[in-house]
């Protein structure tokens, strides 16, 4: 048996090529037209929001298969461009949405070649159960950059004498690294030659993979989660 759920936006003409909309999830946001519909640059435009609806749906499913197929993701990012045609009689349609998206995932110690396999898999499924991607007429394609890396394991150091506020810091990174769920080796370096030779002039400071991010302050979670995540890239 089919089951059914319903979905909410209402948008306001707030004047010239103007509009607001507001989302049945919450949020608010004001949008217009492209400028080459008569619109204005920098905000939001119903073009955008088409091919970033695609865009962002596909993620979701990739992240649920992911999971389903037992990938260790690492990173995922994913530029996606629509192409709008215009018919004789002036009507408009995208024709074609095509994403790019790139994934990085681990081994941890298994065959590449079976992680790539269960990857493909796992972006099979998610353009097939994509609600977004289901719905429309344009075409969707999805021409993956795959990497396959080893267990990344990240260094990350804790700069100070063990202080309080050295303790905070290595309370907050143990926080961060457990909710992104990767592994890390967390040590304390409490040796004033080896704290200087990461150019830190006040303590705590935070070096992740042998790059000081944070000195003198204690950095928020935020902050923290954003930095290992990059080292994750980089890495």
């Keep these: ?17 103007w509009g607001e909309v507001a989302m049945g999830n919450g949020p608010e946001m ?17 073009e955008d929001a088409f091919v970033a609806s695609i865009n962002s749906c596909i993620m979701l499913m990739f992240i649920w298969a992911a999971k389903r197929f037992k990938l260790d993701l690492v990173s995922y990012e994913c530029y996606a461009e629509g192409t709008k045609l215009v018919e004789l009689n002036r009507t408009e349609i995208f024709s074609e949405v095509k994403l790019w998206p790139r994934i990085q995932v681990a081994a941890n110690g298994e065959k590449q070649a079976k992680v790539e396999a269960r990857l493909q898999k796992a972006l099979q499924a998610a353009q097939k159960y994509s609600l977004v991607a289901n719905s429309v007429k344009s075409t969707v394609l999805i021409e993956p950059e795959i990497e396959i890396v080893e267990n990344l394991m990240l260094q990350i150091k804790v700069l100070g004498p063990g202080c309080n506020n050295c303790e905070q810091v290595e309370k907050t990174v143990k926080t961060a690294v457990a909710k ?18 990461y150019g830190v002039l006040a303590t705590p400071g935070l070096v992740i993979n042998e790059q000081l991010v944070c000195a003198g302050r204690i950095p928020g ?3 923290v989660t954003t930095w ?6 980089t890495a």
């Design 1 to 17: 048996m089919s089951n059914s759920a319903t979905y909410h936006t209402t948008v306001t003409w707030q004047g010239e090529h």
């Design 30 to 46: 004001v949008f217009s037209a492209p400028p080459d519909a008569h619109g204005h640059p920098n905000v939001l435009t119903p």
């Design 180 to 197: 992104l769920g990767v592994e890390a080796e967390i040590s304390k370096v409490t040796d004033y030659g080896e704290i200087q030779s």
């Design 221 to 223: 979670e935020a902050e």
């Design 228 to 233: 290992i995540t990059d080292a994750l890239v």
